[in-house]
């Protein structure tokens, strides 16, 4: 009995052994030196299918693995990528290949065939693209020959070319239905290689170079994976507070560059309280916007004036501002017929975004200082954006990301872009804003200009939003990783030239 | 025992339906249309119609839930409506994980709550007891949100033992499972403790004393053996809740998981996933609480005669 008792403490010992040494095992007390480069994401690209990428994380990516007819300058005006063009008449377009040009991933050369096959595919209703409405102006694409591609337009748009911006994909694949969401194939300067997980995997054509990306949607945790060496650098998507601390750090690099990303509170204007133009000042003037931006945003943002950003060729750097003057504000909420006795009351929605939550709390304590009563309301993103697009709200904030064409003014400001058919989100209803994008949407780009000018001076007048910041580009790396810039859309081309120094 | 099996698998596939049609109807009720994040607010209305009419999303509800049931009856799952990828396979792709977590978890809060309960238990009111029981209740007043980033800060940042996150990585698994099963041993030791006392003042470990029997072999024999029940059946609840997958933990450390997932899913309004994930966190729970119902039988005979 007692040698039974023995025998299965030794084995029961063996196993504790065999346990630890195992877990041991499993445990790296240093790190080995990788030549993969790991960019951490904040979330999961959704499809790397540019014809159905809405997503910032898969846009971004997908700019790398494929290429598009077109893209932007720092000014935002179109430029030539894969193709040159040539307006023909007002309804037709001319585009011609770049002479050295890129093949596909699996061999083939890009022709327009190619650039056809895609865009049809983007038209054909039975795939559901969300890039649909955005190209649908187009009648019939020709093409000419391998190089020359011809677009017919339904009607006039000056600004149609800035819709070419989706990667071309190969025509002998989408014709077999290929699974370009998980596996693409484009001609981007990186090839796909491998998603598992939270890890996609691409190759820098030019050298071989891996680069791999790793959702982690956790701040802190992005930044101790950075302190700890587990990944090489991140963009954007950080607290103040954690910038703050990556800036003290001497063994991480920091880089900050001007964005175009717009922060906004937004209004209803069919309900009785926001309807009140007095009542929207007097909500612009209370806010105390330079002094969120330095203690909160800690600097790394802009304040704004318009949706479009000083550097955009539409934009009008002239626009007055509504600064920073409580009195003036609580004289507005007299004249709206509000007082200490009467007090303001309204209602801000937010998303659950802790920083949102958080930037809501300091606009409510800011207003409650002129006299007007914030109840703030967050919600999950699903419900939040439905009460949004439903007017089922008196005001909130929200950003806009990633806006190149001024088309934004129709679609945000037009009469006729109130929800299902866009986004006049507050039910912003002016004849004469409606009269100047309709005109714009008929004039060459040098006029459009300062129609939109004019527009802005508009907006800015009623105040259907308050415009509140542009928000900075930020990218932090470990000190041997060289080579990365910011662009001002926040892209990832910057990865096109980064190296590891070892 | 065959009778019981029956009447357990009968009762067990009445609230996996049960659960599946509250979720069905819930995801469609809360505020949210998954067609406004898959075509964004550029998409005419024609365009939302028309990919409304191909995802049957304007099927009338009830009609909708037959087909869900049609089609889950033959074990199809559905498409998710953003990867335009089979649900099944992205479920599978996610179990391995969300079940190694589970049981290096169990196995933490095993490893840890059983000599804590006992020793606590077997030295009662003692120096030992208090101690055992205050590292519970920290153990069990840590919130996992909190719970992780420490053990990150001090194991991964300060000792530079293991990664911070990630599945790949070496030693990737330990801080996740330390954190869930901290949580978990805490709740265990307290009950083994509890359990273990009353069972150390029945007759037959009075009657194993007086035969002159070990300390170890009336621990191991007789005492532990009686006091599992209550314990198991505890096991079996959290097994199941972890298997439903620890979402906090799992965000915490990049782990892919069913929680993981299933919070995507939600976010988007991706009713597909969703149903999937929840159909499988309900079956998950019923499926333990079937198994330990059944290990009743091989621990206390007299739960195997009162099967008869």
Redo the contacts between chains.
Sequence with gaps: MSNCMGGKRRQIGILIAVIGLLILGNISCSQQPRKTIRFALSSKPVTLDPRFATDAESSRINRLLYTSLIDFDDNYLPVPQLATWKEITATHYRFRLKKHRRKFHHGKSVTAKDVQATYLSILDKQNASPHRNSIKIIDHITVLNAETIDFYLQQPDPLFVSNLVIGILPADLLAKQHPFNTHPVGNGIMQFLRWEKNRLQVQRLADQQIIEFISIKEPTIRVLKLLRGEIDLLQNNLPFEHIQYLSRQTNIHLEQKPGGNFSYLGFNLQDKVTANLKVRQAIAYAIDRKAIIHYVLGNSARLASSILPPEHWASNQHLTTYAYQPEKAKQLLQEAGYSTTKPLHIVYKTSSNPFRIRLASIIQWQLKKVGINVVLRSYDWGTFYSDIKAGKFQMFSLIWVGIKSPNIFKYVFHSQSIPPSGANRGRFIDKQSDALIDLAATQALSQQAVTYKTLQQRIQQLLPYVPLWYQDHVVVSQQNIQGYHLSIDGNYDGLQHIIRNN | MIGYIFRRFFSALVVIFGVASLVFLLIHI????PL??????????A??E??RH?LQLDLPLLEQFYQYFYALFHLDLGTSL????AVWPQLL?RIP?TLELTLASLLVAISIAFPLGTIAALKKDSGWDFTAMTVSLIGVSIPNFLMG?LL??FF??YL????????????A??LPALTLGSALAAILSRMVRASLLEVLREDYIRTAYAKGLSLQRIMLVHALRNAMLPVLTLIGLQFGTLLGGAVITE????W?GVGDLTI?A????DYPVVQACILLISCSYVLVNTLTDMLYGVLDPRIRLQGK
């Design positions: 809360v505020p949210g249309d406004e994040v898959m075509l964004g607010e550029t998409a005419s209305a365009d939302r028309q990919l191909l953003f990867s335009r990828e792709q994980a980033p990150i800060l991964s940042i530079g033992w293991m990664p911070v996150s990630g599945q790949e990585e070496r030693g698994i330990i965000i915490i450390f990049s892919q995507d939600i976010k988007k309004r």
